[in-house]
């Protein structure tokens, strides 16, 4: 029997797209846990399958959020169930794929470390100061995943998918380029949860270079990651004024920007950079070379 069978759910913390999380207790060591249910198709539960969530999940955790621990959820344990008690309903719209999870009889059960909770309880709640530390802590996980590592984390990019944690830490370090910065934490840190959609930026670059050899421009998505942080902190898509805000920025009207709205300031400090060639290095740097927060 699977030793993930002995957690016992304390209460569900949330709902996905695809799966449930609960709040988990393993009683060998009394300590919590965040256990995701999702239903897995059987060819994929093939780790010689680089396509599987399986082996994309067990690729990120080795390959990123093991080895930078402080920022990323970590993944301890997983198993594979057969007729598992969780049901998941594809819609009619659903592609076959997804007709598949929900007739498979497998559920794929990962335990997590947990997080406090996700940055859209918080982002209008914390200090603009708390709020612009985790903007920075967010840029430079985007930066040690996409420059470093060259992975994609398609879901990043909602507030609901990056979480955080609470901290008696004054200073958290983070290195750039070969140099050690402490950024102040007003309590907080970042911590990138659901991580579990990836591609290789390789496997991507050489699946347009197929699909359009005359392509040139294949910077496109790839540099849509800095757009990330106002996606993920700033809610201006429930928010007319903050809307209007946003567009002043992308057309570089800034003196049409509200300045009083929490972290703007750091935000159009990124948005002078054309985001959508700039090596995002450079941008980090110069934050943190030059931004007080
Ligand atoms: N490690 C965790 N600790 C605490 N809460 C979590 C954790 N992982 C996920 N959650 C909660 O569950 C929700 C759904 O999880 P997520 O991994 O985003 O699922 P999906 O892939 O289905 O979107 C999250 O938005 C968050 O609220
Ligand atoms: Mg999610």
Redesign the pocket.
């Known amino acids: 029997m699977s030793k993930l069978n002995n957690y016992k759910i304390i209460k569900e ?7 449930v ?1 609960y709040l988990v207790n393993n009683p060998d060591n009394e300590k919590n846990y ?1 256990m ?1 249910i999702e239903k897995i198709r059987e060819e994929d539960i093939d780790l010689d399958n680089k396509f599987s969530p399986l082996t994309k999940e067990l690729k990120f955790n080795i390959k990123v959020a093991k080895k930078y621990p402080n920022f990323f ?1 970590r993944l301890l344990d997983y198993d594979i169930v057969k007729d598992c008690d969780y049901k998941w309903k594809a819609t009619e719209k659903d592609n076959e794929i997804n007709k598949e999870l929900e007739k498979s009889p497998y559920c794929f059960r990962k335990i ?4 406090d909770g ?1 940055v859209c309880n918080i982002r209008n709640k914390i200090s603009a100061k708390a709020l612009k530390s985790l903007i920075i802590q967010f840029i430079y996980t985007i930066y040690i995943m996409y420059s470093i590592e060259k992975i994609i984390v398609i ?1 990043i990019a909602s507030c ?2 990056v ?1 955080f944690i609470k901290t008696n830490k004054k200073y958290i370090s983070i290195n750039v380029n070969n140099k050690t910065y402490q950024i102040p934490t007003y309590g907080y840190l970042i911590q990138i ?2 991580y ?1 959609y990836i591609s290789d930026i390789e496997d991507i670059e050489k699946n347009i270079k197929e699909y359009n050899p005359k392509s040139s421009d294949i910077s496109g998505y790839k540099f849509i990651h800095i757009d990330h942080v106002s996606e993920t902190f700033f809610d201006y898509y429930d928010n007319k004024d903050m809307f209007e805000n946003i567009a002043n920025i992308f057309d570089k009207n800034f003196e049409k920007v509200d300045l009083d709205i929490p972290g703007m300031d750091l935000l159009m400090e990124i948005y002078k950079f054309d985001t959508k060639n700039e090596n995002i290095e450079k941008i980090l740097t110069y934050l943190l070379e030059n931004f007080n927060f």
């Open positions: 913390l949330g709902k996905g797209g695809y799966g999380v965040a995701k959820m997590y470390t947990l997080v996700v879901d609901d998918n979480g949860i659901d579990g």
